[in-house]
């Protein structure tokens, strides 16, 4: 079983609607939580930290739910340069500089 | 531009030969990451590496992977007697953390190296 697992998508979404994806963690010494942001044949770039009581970017919502072991991304009022891999990522206490990447979950927004 | 450079971008070999990529970080950075991705996947780690101390490897990363970071600037990675299946883009990314402290969770991508193996 992999340590970081999401729905690879694609999640095709309207222009203007709203688009939730999950992603779930199995170790349970897992401590920090991020969403990056991919775009096609580009480098991963950090979207943003995910806070114990859940946190806001703007249009995007990052939550935790660790008794459930999952983190969570909306993205409200898409917009057409929302398309991209969404890469949830895990660092766990038991090895603090070791950042462990899903495999993304794919987003498209249509006009 | 003082992001994290990478070389080559690109790099078609014949199975059984060995490359290197080197990468640059960013200048203040203390930790650098070796990360590998394929097509339809995240990144998989690989190693890192504080300052010229090699703190973690993968125990994915076989005996014919090997990286050096040997003045804490910048690092190497080697592939010896490549397979086809290390065909992947190999991705360097640069932070800064405190020793021994966790994560700050913010990695700067290099755009990373090709590699094709024939």
Redesign the interface.
Known sequence: RKE?E?D?GPFNVPEGATVAFNCTYSNSAS??F?WYRQDCR?????LM?VYSSGNEDGRFTAQLNRASQYISLLIRDSKLSDSATY?C?V?S?D??????????TQVVVTP | DTGVSQDPRHKITKRGQNVTFRCDPISEHNRLYWYRQTLGQGPEFLTYFQNEAQLEKSRLLSDRFSAERPKGSFSTLEIQRTEQGDSAMYLCASSHSLAGARDTGELFFGEGSRLTVL
């Open positions: 970081v999401q690879p401590q920090s991020f580009k480098e991963p770039k950090l930290s890469l990522v660092i206490t090895s603090w500089g070791k950042l462990q990447f899903g495999a993304g």
